[in-house]
């Protein structure tokens, strides 16, 4: 069974900086990686897919990184503003090549704090 | 991506009582997925929903408690029932779209439920 941790579980950080949010996973044979970030009591909002083909995926000033070998993906966070201030979260499907996003997994996210 | 549409968005709800929740999708789906986050949780996925079928409960979610309809291919309720106080938590629906390499998962706005 797929279990995913994410490290820290919050962080707070000055406008302006640059952040790495981590996530590991258990089972390397996952296929495909998706991070999300989460306002306060509402929904998700799906930031970045990565494939197991790929090892980054951008979009603005996200990136994030998958290493299947060490079951780590990573999300960075240029510049970070304090619209930015929210929860990440990582989930991953289980480990076979084929299937349904039924079953992600979900780390207990990160709760990121970008101060003015 | 898959636009999906969630009402209510919160509500504070009496003890015993019921509250259905309603998803709307933008597109026709396969399956739509329901979830629970209890407050400092992560997701915990409660049931497919698949249309012109019964709906697939995950372990400890059971129909009685958590009945769904699933009329069509765009839309599905979930309904909390008898409710008590541990029943507050964000309840979210979620689609997925498949493309030809990947699995991607969208998910609604959430409802914030309350029970006093």
């Known amino acids: 069974k797929q279990e995913v941790t994410q490290i820290p579980a919050a962080l707070s950080v000055p406008e302006g900086e640059n952040l790495v949010l981590n996530c590991s996973f258990t089972?390397?044979?996952?296929?495909?990686l998706q991070w999300f970030r989460q306002d306060p009591g509402k929904g998700l909002t799906s930031l970045l897919l990565?494939?197991?083909?790929?090892r980054e995926q951008t979009s603005g000033r996200l990136n994030a990184s998958l290493d299947k070998s060490s079951g780590r993906s990573t999300l960075y966070i240029a510049a970070s503003q304090p619209g930015d201030s929210a929860t990440y979260l990582c989930a991953g499907p289980p480990g076979f090549s084929s299937g349904s996003a039924r079953q992600l997994t979900f780390g207990s996210g990160t709760q990121l704090t970008v101060l003015p | 991506s898959a636009v999906i549409s969630q009402k209510p968005s919160r509500d504070i709800c009496q003890r015993g009582t019921s509250l259905t929740i309603q998803c709307q999708v933008d597109?026709?789906?396969?399956?739509m997925f329901w979830y629970r986050q209890q407050p400092g949780q992560s997701l915990t996925l409660i049931a497919t929903a698949n249309q012109g079928s019964e709906a697939t409960y995950e372990s400890g979610f059971v129909i009685d408690k958590f009945p769904i309809s699933r009329p069509n291919l765009t839309f599905s309720t979930l309904t909390v029932s008898n409710m008590s106080p541990e029943d507050s938590s964000i309840y979210l629906c979620s689609v997925e779209e498949r493309g030809q390499m990947n699995t991607e998962a969208f998910f609604g706005q959430g409802t914030r439920l309350t029970v006093v």
């Open positions: 597109s026709q789906v396969t399956m």
């Open positions: 990565i494939q197991s083909s790929q």
């Open positions: 089972d390397s044979a996952i296929y495909n």
